[in-house]
């Protein structure tokens, strides 16, 4: 009776003990990659035999919203920071800041000054600051010193090494005797060649079946090294692509004398700072320019797009209808396909699937926002968010039972730059989760040490034979 009781205690300690170590959530490995302008539905422009694979054993989101304006720079910064684009302040590829006085610049790779990207705090830093480690292969902006910081492991951004290569260094860093918890990886297609042959050529159907075997070289170097299981992988994209034409081509020099402004982004989102003394010269000249142009005053940009309070955007934006194309005049460079339009275009949005012991399997969600990726990643690193504009709620239903049971909220306000109004935030708070390891610690505490005594008072009598069987041939010797 005594000795089945002392081993039910041992078996409940063990079985408390291995609950509360694999709800743990910072064990917890994630490895994040972007597919640069993969679009939601090139999932089923061909077979994708991988990517299926992962929504079979994993979880799949078949609508993503996300952020205004849908470049990539202003995209791959929200999935890291869960901020929109006003406050994280990377509010474009090209941009310039007055109170700075510089300009931003992916065309020409000046992309490196501190001032722009300081405005936010990416993963990365709030991962280190927690202890942990990260490894970055190539993604957007983690080879920028940012608030005077780099991930732990990076690679210096250049974009002929191969995927391969990228690969490796990741499985380099996930297997390194203090390995890291958090790895990011990015490749540049599909986006180059929809750029180039814009998405409705039927020459993207191969370019779209090479990310698919990408991603199954990646589940398999996974596998090999045993990670396969351990590691959460998160695929995503920043953004789609349309189709544009050369019949569909807005040039602002047959509307706007091209000395009164200096234009700072191109398409399809115009960022128009005009000369001083010429804004209601330059916003009438465009307000009724075009049929396929919506010209905006900057305190009348739509809320919905939350692209407003800052000082990189600029005074006048003008936006282009979906498969328009906004030029100074033909002779700019055009491109058969193009993104940055309203993110309220289905053909706008990226692709979310994950795989690993914190997700579900074979699980469909209708939405998310982009901006709900931030908090999750903090959970699962057990991380405290700083403010954000996502919600772990929106997105926790992705998390199998035992990750979502340590799931907790609170609720707060913050001030945002710029903006007048409060907006709330919600961060994944670890309380709720230490309260229960506190509670179970000590209801199991409590029954081992009352078994133990039971135990103790049970052998008194015992113990007293024992010494005096002992004693007896001690003696006789
Ligand atoms: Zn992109």
Known sequence: MTSKLLWMSFVLVAITSSITFSLQPDRQKVLLVSFDGFRWDYLYRVPTPHFHYIMKYGVHVKQVNNIFITKTYPNHYTLITGLFAESHGIVANEMFDPILNKSFSLDHMNVYDSEFWDEAMPIWITNQKAGHTTGAAMWPGADVQIHKSFPSYYMPYNESISF???VAKIIEWFTLKEPINLGLLYWEDPDDMGHHLGPDSPLMEPVISDIDSKLGYLIDMLKKAKLWNVVNLIITSDHGMTQCSEDRIIELDLYLDKDLYTLIDQSPVAAILPREGKFEEVYEALVHAHPNLTVYKKEEIPERWHYKYNSRIQPIIAVADEGWYILRNKSDDFLLGNHGYDNAF?????????????FRKNFTKEVMNSTDLYPL??????????????SLRNVQDLLSSATLRAVSYTQSTTVFRDTSKS???EQGQPYAYFLGISLGSIIVIVFFVISIKHLIRSQIPAFSDMQSEIAQPLLQA
Request: aromatic share 6%.
């Open 164 to 166: 391969e290569d990228r």
């Open 346 to 358: 289905a053909e706008m949005h990226p692709i979310f699937l994950a795989h690993g012991p914190a």
């Open 377 to 390: 990643l903090c959970h699962l690193l057990n991380i405290t968010a700083p403010p954000h504009n996502g």
């Open 423 to 425: 907006r709330e935030y």
